[in-house]
RNA sequence: CGGGGCGUGGCGCAGUUUGGCAGCGCGUUUGACUGGGGGUCAAAAGGUCGCCGGUUCAAAUCCGGCCGCCCCGACCA
């Protein structure tokens, strides 16, 4: 490609709203565009990036042996209806409504899609295990799209979908689509860890998450510094503390907390610390009202609780309900003195507490001394709390769980057959027996790994793309372009790379030297080649690998194999 | 949705407190010079100061409403 030609739109300094790197950067860089919060054109330089992720993904998605597809965008508002997530799954999907009032939603994943397209295709055991993927826009409406291509309202998603006969058959797709991921990143150069996860709205079991640590992710996974134990913050666990014998050996007293309504006003007030305060937490369940206790230094985790709790809803308690179960308003609930029919689950940790803190149930009061036995019951013990920094390992006897900001660029699931069952997914075995598929999903952020590669390679001049994900291979610079000779040789080189299926952004432009450095600095191709004073001078080339810096001279002769050898060697 | 910040040529910003000619740097265009890290000189173009309304002799500036963007948080009592 000639830069003369070619669409390079770079901008001098970055524009104000971007913060982050990659966010900065691929403005800077001319590779998107923003339209609205969340929303972003690609403009060819990083259009060029997406495809080259894409293809990775694609050939080793076809290696795997899945079959690519196109679903739509546009989906129905009755097949979302036959599995249930119209009005459940999280974030609302974004609604559309046509000119004759039919609703459709702008396709957030395509469980509810596929899933049809394969009950109306799919008869007989001898059709499957089959996957279908396909790799397209999706629309989330999310809370807030933030951190530039990291989280937008409208996004690229690769997604796969695996239909099997029974568990085993799904274990073998599954362990198929993990390892296509794991070469996937390997061959983006993206060192991933995968982490136990929540299945959310998708649902499922064994789901695990392939994240990327970086201080700009918006995900927090606990690894463990000793066992290869490591989870995503909302399902991480840690060692439950040794209980103690309730000592009973101070009596429960009523203390006014005028106002205090919050562990910290409360503590402070009080003069204790908050790890001497259990803090109760109201729900609502289909099985009715539930009282959560966890330590007052820590955080409750709805995702565990969930797990402990029968049926679907569970809710904070209104502001009326806690006013009806304690008599008091929201602040000041504690577990002594609860109605009879009010289930107390309480975290492990709170086992090991004597003598503490707890709301009184009435209106600017709270009880100290309180003891677990003397002073009220626990129905059900259970892992509650998010786990911590530092926490002791629930998985090895020795290990410490070390917090890590991450990036969560692709996610597998084992999903059985909530959507074959919803949506009639179902093939006859050898016996004639009609059943439902066995499925299984897995996605991959593929806009965002745009982000994640640059998060992760670059420096404070610009991008360092991995080879299978950069723009162009390499970058010619002609710094005399108005020399003849300079020009034949770099015309040639050109050329001859070409040739041997190399692509290169070659920048004869009229343009100053420091122009073209920092531009080419910026945009990142791995190796960098300069025709100029030392070609003039001693007929040799430059080259340099953005990566490293790593510099070395080549003849004319050997200048296209140098260039491969250096592509070929990181 | 709650909180905070911001909105002024393409980009980055000053000017708003205390109303009085709309400015600076970069970029762009033209010409000349230059040619190894966003070069120099000269000239030029480019702005309904986010939108609507109000106050005023006069509004980027004050008041009201709305919109957009960025950041933090979002049932943790």
Avoid at 2 to 18: G, K
Avoid at 213 to 235: I, K
Avoid at 555 to 564: G, K, P, Q, W, Y
Wanted: net charge negative.
């Amino acid at each position: 490609m000639l830069a003369s030609q070619y669409y390079i739109r770079t901008l001098r300094e970055a524009p104000a709203e971007a913060e982050i790197a990659s966010h900065r950067l691929l403005l800077r860089g001319g590779f998107i565009r923003p339209v609205g919060a969340g929303i972003f054109n690609w403009l060819p330089m990083g259009l060029r990036v997406l495809q080259r992720v894409e293809q990775v993904i694609r050939e080793e998605m076809n290696a795997a042996g899945a079959h690519e597809v196109l679903m739509p965008v546009l989906h129905p508002r009755e097949l979302w209806e036959r599995s249930g997530r119209w009005d459940t799954f999280a974030p609302t999907p974004l609604r559309v409504i046509d000119r004759a009032e039919r609703e459709f939603c702008l396709g957030p994943t395509h469980e509810e899609v596929v899933t049809d397209l394969v009950a109306m295709d799919l008869d007989s055991y001898r059709e499957i295990p089959a996957t279908l993927y396909q790799i397209q826009v999706k629309f989330r409406d999310e809370l807030r799209p933030r951190a530039g291509l990291i989280r937008c309202k409208e996004f690229i998603m690769k997604d796969a979908y695996s239909f099997d006969r029974d568990r085993e058959g799904l274990d073998r797709s599954y362990d198929a689509m993990f390892d296509a991921y794991v070469r996937i990143f390997e061959r983006l150069n993206l060192p991933v860890v995968t982490v136990e996860a929540e299945a959310g709205s998708i649902g499922g079991t064994d789901t695990r998450e392939f994240m990327l640590l970086s201080e700009n992710g918006e995900d927090t996974v606990y690894m463990c510094d000793s066992c290869d134990y490591a989870s995503n913050s909302e399902c991480a666990t840690s060692r439950a503390p040794q209980p103690i014998e309730p000592a009973a050996a101070s009596t429960r007293e009523l203390v006014d907390t005028p106002d205090a309504k919050t562990v910290e006003q409360v503590t402070a007030m009080l003069g204790v610390t908050p790890d001497r305060l259990v803090k109760t937490l109201l729900f609502r369940s289909d099985e009715g009202f539930i009282a959560a206790l966890v330590r007052g230094d820590r955080a409750l985790n709805d995702f565990k609780l969930a797990r402990n709790v029968q049926g679907e809803e569970l809710r904070m308690a209104n502001d009326a309900e806690v006013r009806e179960l304690t008599g008091a308003r929201v602040g000041f609930a504690g577990p002594v003195g609860l109605p009879d029919d009010v289930r107390i689950i309480a975290d492990h940790e709170v086992s090991a507490l004597s003598d503490f803190v707890t709301g009184a149930n009435q209106d600017d009061a709270h009880f100290v001394n309180v003891n677990l036995g003397a002073d009220f019951e626990v129905d059900d013990w259970a892992d509650l709390r998010e786990a911590c920094h530092g926490d002791a390992c629930a998985h090895c006897a020795t290990g410490t769980l070390e917090a890590h900001r991450c990036i969560e660029l692709a996610h597998v699931f084992k999903l059985g057959t909530k959507y074959s069952s919803a949506m009639d997914a179902t093939f006859r075995d050898a016996e004639g027996t009609e059943s439902p598929c066995i499925m299984g999903c897995y996605g991959i952020g593929v806009s965002r790994i745009v982000a994640a590669l640059v998060e992760q390679y670059h420096d404070d001049s610009g991008i360092m793309w991995p080879r299978e994900a950069a723009p162009f291979d390499a970058t010619i610079l002609l710094l005399s372009p108005d020399d003849d000779e300079l020009r034949a040789i770099a015309d040639n080189l050109y050329s001859d790379l070409g040739d041997r299926g190399i692509e290169v952004l070659y920048d004869e432009r009229d343009a100053s030297p420091g122009v073209k450095f920092a531009e080419a600095d910026l945009i990142g191709c791995p190796v960098r080649v300069v025709v100029g004073r030392t070609t003039r001078n001693e007929g040799k080339v430059e080259l340099r690998r953005r990566a490293d810096g790593h510099d070395e001279l080549a003849s004319l002769e050997d200048a296209v194999d140098a260039v491969l050898r250096l592509l070929e060697s990181r």
